[in-house]
């Protein structure tokens, strides 16, 4: 009942407006006083400390940097016109052309918003000058984003990594095939209702059209090659991969392209360390509420819980996966993952379930909670950026919602779809 009690305020004082990491340090130090143990306090700045200094987290900010040097460094219009020539000639063109795009920007940026941000304004723009209902592109715009983190890179499996000391390289590997299948999902429903509609397609490109756009944005093709060659060849961690993407974009964006300036550099800069420390401070915060919970043992007693509950890891993932969807519509997902993992991980050993697998199961419904209210953050992104208001895009979100729920359900009880990559190029399988 503790659990219950301690979560329930940290709800409450998330819905009284109080951000997501000062009502994480608030509860816990509420509650340590309450215990009558306010000498924990003394100790709060170590393990704030403490949770932001492990070695997988310093991916954090270098894959931010690497996503931010690449947004304004040429590549993002070049993506959008290698996709635009291969599948901007099937109904709905521009729509599936946002998409692609974006299942091919997933190697550069590891976040949703950033996608959203960076490629959302072309994408809608390009939209608006087909024609199309601007909810319509907003919805396919904030959609498509999701995918970004589930294909690698990407950050929330960095975290899911280094708290459930889970191989990030396998995590990557294990999102490629639900990443693909999200975005034959997401066309799938804009083919639909393009059809209903009757949105127009593009003229097809011709084979040297193709040739050459593919040329001209080859580069910025090659950022997860570069990442996940060197991570499977053993060339470097995958930190040290965050790095390489970095140096990477910089020669890409300042001496190829010649899109990036100083100017630009000082603000993607600023911008990163802005980024970094909302992350930071809010994995800092958690790493308090943590010690919370282990010294109440929340873990042991919600392992017993659902034992007595049942025995079918499969309906385990099923609660999980509903607590999850929950949590989605009130939480942003990094904090849900730190509040979470803990207490998940020893029921995972318990009921014999993947970590890797779970990892990325739970990386796609965190991906959910993005385009979820009151708080999904891609929702409210593009509803700025494109100037719909958040009931007109939700309203046209829901089909799009509905087929990713349909892609979690189908790799939570196919989990060949996950590990299958990772278990034949790592050997990670059990």
């Given at each position: 009942?503790?659990?219950?009690?301690?979560?329930?305020?940290?709800?409450?004082?998330?819905?009284?407006?109080?951000?997501?990491?000062?009502?994480?340090g608030l509860t816990a130090v509420g509650f340590f006083i309450g215990l009558g143990e306010p000498r924990m306090l003394g100790a709060m700045a170590q393990r704030m400390y403490a949770s932001v200094s492990s070695v997988p987290l310093l991916a954090i900010p270098f894959f931010i940097l690497a996503g931010n040097l690449m947004?304004?460094?040429?590549?993002?219009?070049?993506?959008?016109?290698?996709?635009?020539?291969?599948?901007?000639?099937?109904?709905?063109?521009?729509a599936h052309v946002s998409v692609l795009a974006s299942m091919l920007f997933a190697g550069v940026t590891?976040?949703?918003l950033a996608e959203a941000m960076g490629l959302g304004v072309v994408e809608i723009k390009a939209m608006d000058a087909a024609k199309f209902d601007r909810p319509f592109s907003a919805a396919v715009v904030a959609s498509s984003s999701t995918i970004g983190p589930v294909i690698p890179p990407s950050i929330p499996m960095v975290i899911y990594g280094a708290l459930a000391e889970v191989s990030v390289g396998a995590l990557f590997l294990g999102g490629v095939v639900p990443g693909v299948l999200m975005g034959l999902g997401i066309m799938l429903v804009i083919y639909a209702l393009a059809r209903r509609r009757s949105y127009r397609s593009e003229p097809r490109a011709t084979v040297g059209q193709i040739i050459r756009s593919f040329f001209d944005s080859l580069l910025g093709l090659l950022t997860p090659v570069v990442i996940m060659g060197g991570i499977l060849g053993g060339v470097f961690t995958p930190t040290e991969a965050a790095v390489a993407a970095v140096a990477y974009a910089m020669v890409i964006g300042a001496i190829v392209y010649r899109e990036l300036d100083l100017q630009r550099l000082a603000k993607i800069l600023w911008e990163t360390v802005e980024q970094t420390v909302r992350v930071m401070f809010i994995i800092s915060a958690a790493g308090m509420f943590g010690w919370l919970l282990v010294y109440i043992r929340a873990a042991e007693e919600v392992v017993m819980l659902l034992t007595t509950v049942t025995t079918s890891p499969a309906m385990i993932l099923l609660i999980f996966n509903v607590v999850l969807l929950v949590?989605?519509?009130?939480?942003?997902?990094?904090?849900?993952?730190?509040?979470?993992?803990?207490?998940?991980?020893?029921?995972?050993a318990k009921f014999g379930i993947d970590p890797v697998h779970f990892g990325v199961v739970m990386t796609l419904n965190l991906m959910i909670g993005l385009l979820t209210p009151p708080v999904g953050m891609v929702l409210y992104a593009v509803s700025t950026i494109a100037e719909v208001p958040i009931v007109k895009l939700v309203r046209e979100l829901l089909p799009f919602i509905v087929i990713l729920v349909g892609v979690?359900?189908?790799?939570?009880?196919?989990?060949?779809?996950?590990?299958?990559?990772?278990?034949?190029?790592?050997?990670?399988?059990?």
């Open positions: 009942m503790l659990v219950l009690l301690i979560f329930s305020v940290l709800v409450v004082l998330i819905l009284a407006g109080f951000p997501i990491a000062v009502a994480m947004n304004v460094g040429g590549i993002t219009d070049r993506i959008f016109s290698f996709a635009r020539t291969l599948v901007g000639h099937i109904r709905g063109g521009l590891g976040a949703a949590l989605g519509c009130f939480m942003e997902g990094i904090a849900i993952m730190l509040l979470t993992i803990p207490i998940f991980m020893p029921v995972l979690l359900l189908l790799i939570t009880y196919v989990p060949a779809l996950v590990t299958w990559l990772p278990n034949t190029l790592m050997g990670t399988g059990r």
